[in-house]
């Protein structure tokens, strides 16, 4: 390398290493944010937190610790990949939207977390159909600096990434992702805590599972690979795990039958 030769951070040289993600990859400009939108970060985290000190499972809230996210502004995320990748090697990277699945799967097999960088509009707090820096940072990044938890992530996108073509079985494995990384309860303390992204990152959703009370099941593999659910009501049924070593099993064994 020459000195006029731009020097690659390490995470820029491991992005080097993504192939089909490579085209979704972006650079977050974190300068370009206006205050508006820092205060509707602000609002969205002052809105889900009371909550969320009661009923999110320690793991989740040590992981927001851990990863300096803060409640005054948006995430910078090579800032939060600082914290996250010595700890369990993730790196929260930043991409253009949704990622098809073959991309999606290589960067999870990578510890790379696709994370996108625009931020809901403030009209709606609650429910934003694109996926956001709110639900993929707030929402799912925390759990990453838990070890097991790193672990299951990283298992759950090395299987899937074995299985290229196969609908069927991609589409059990989208249902073990669901009731697990977005939709996942935990027993904690004699309690139901919650831990999946969707339930963090919706003060509406999580209020339903606190409140109303959802039918909670023991976490079942054969179940949750069979159990079709819907994306536009409120869930019904949630599937609880005692510990997230269960959680990496069952990517495991899903990899064994599946894979
Ligand atoms: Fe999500």
Redesign the pocket.
Known sequence: MSIHQKQLTPAQLKNRQLVAARPYLIEQDWAAYTPEQHATWSELVRRCMPQLRQYACQEYLDGFQQIGLREDSIPDLAAVSAKLQPRTGWNSTPVSGYLPAAAFFEMLAARRFPTTTTLRDRSSLEYTPE?DIF??VF??VPMHAHPVFADFLYEYGRVCGSMAGRTDDLTRMGRLFWFT??FGVIRQDGRTKVYG??LISSHGECSYVVERGPEIRDFNLDQVLEHEFSISEMQPVLYAVESFQQIYEAAQEAGRRLG
């Open positions: 996926p639900h993929d929402g799912h990384v977005e992204s969707g």
